[in-house]
């Protein structure tokens, strides 16, 4: 789940994963 979530921003937006990581 962590990883589909992860990948998943990170296709939208290059800042977003940053954030999902973070989290």
């Known amino acids: ?11 939208q937006s290059g800042i977003k994963w940053y954030f999902v990581g973070k989290f």
């Open 1 to 11: 789940m962590f990883y589909t979530c992860f990948v998943q921003s990170y296709s």
